[in-house]
């Protein structure tokens, strides 16, 4: 064995405290996100919620149980992010399977579905999400309308297998398109709304090379020099293909409201606004036709 692992079975107290002090080893961990993190990990070995782990400090852990949690507090702080090394992440409420195919869904983006739910009337009839990743925001909309034809592409196949495991495990239905953009939709309906979280952080950004991002994909990420490349040919592809009042959302980087903008305005599109995320943040920027 070696020196970080236990011969005598932990109590949940101690074991906490050994996952506290591995994770805040690695520097890309915050003091709050070890704590947060050493519990999560524990009570998905143990199959508890949180507050069991907090009224039972002192029970033991079986030495499996002991084995298990070891790994994966060995896992996370080699960098894994939690959602890979679980295979899962909570968005609007639903467990969504994440792979290192997918983007890991973010609590920003459940924003850009609130807004687009303030926007989604009666009438609307049809929407898509580019670069659905995990599904994340497709699934989270149809979840919300069900009547509502809802359509989500990626140009990574993979990443649509997760996508639609993801979408029968919360029986909602979303048709799964491989495509780039909106190249593969020449014809009539047009859409009433067209949403996406696509890859807007600058090819040679730092960040890039940070924290969990090192794990996702780069395709899900970076978008040329600025970070606006995938943006800019999302507003320009989805103008004509929105109905008259059909909305465009898009979230972006905190710095990029102001081009989005821009962007918008020069493509046409009227009742252009940002939103700001928890941090109080620009977010995500939209736009009626
Ligand atoms: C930032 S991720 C967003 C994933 C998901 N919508 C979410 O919010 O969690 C961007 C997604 O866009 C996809 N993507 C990148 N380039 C694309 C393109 N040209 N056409 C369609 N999808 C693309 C990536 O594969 C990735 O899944």
Same mark, same amino acid.
Request: charged share 25%.
């Given at each position: 064995m070696s020196a970080h692992q236990h011969t005598d079975e932990l109590s949940i107290n101690q074991a906490l405290a050994w996952g506290y002090a591995q994770l805040i !080893?690695?520097? #890309? *961990?915050s003091s709050d996100e070890a704590r947060f993190e050493a519990q999560h990990l524990l009570c998905e070995v143990l199959k508890v919620n949180r507050a069991h782990i907090l009224t039972w400090p002192e029970n033991r852990l079986t030495q499996p149980a002991q084995s298990h949690y070891e790994s994966l507090i060995k896992e996370r702080k080699a960098g894994k992010p939690v959602a890979y090394i679980l295979g899962y992440r909570e968005f609007w409420g639903l467990k969504l399977g994440v792979t290192a195919e997918t983007l890991i869904p973010r609590p920003d983006t459940e924003i850009l579905v609130t807004e687009a739910l303030k926007r *989604?009337?009666?009438?609307?009839?049809q929407l898509i999400d580019l670069g659905t990743g995990s599904g994340a925001i497709a699934i989270a909309l149809a979840k919300e309308n069900p009547k509502l034809i809802v359509i989500a592409t990626d140009v990574h196949y993979p990443t649509l297998t997760v996508a639609k495991n993801n979408a029968n495990l919360h029986q909602v239905k979303v048709s799964f398109i491989q495509c #780039?953009?909106?190249? !593969?939709? =020449?014809?009539? %309906?047009?859409?009433d709304m067209i949403v996406s979280n696509p %890859? +807007? *952080? =600058?090819?040679?950004?730092? +960040?890039?090379?940070?924290?969990d991002l090192r794990y996702e994909p780069i395709r899900a990420l970076a978008s040329g020099d600025d970070g606006l490349d995938a943006i800019k040919q999302i507003i320009q592809e989805s103008y004509p293909k929105l109905q008259s009042k059909g909305w465009l959302l898009l979230e972006h980087g905190y710095n990029q409201a102001e081009a989005v903008r821009s962007l918008l305005a020069q493509e046409g599109f009227c009742h252009i606004e940002t939103i700001k995320d928890? !941090?109080?943040?620009?977010?995500v920027s939209l736009g009626q036709k």
């Open positions: !080893a690695n520097k #890309h *961990i *989604i009337t009666p009438k609307s009839k #780039h953009w909106l190249e !593969a939709f =020449e014809t009539l %309906p047009k859409f %890859p +807007y *952080i =600058e090819t040679e950004d730092q +960040y890039l090379q940070q924290g928890f !941090a109080q943040h620009d977010r």
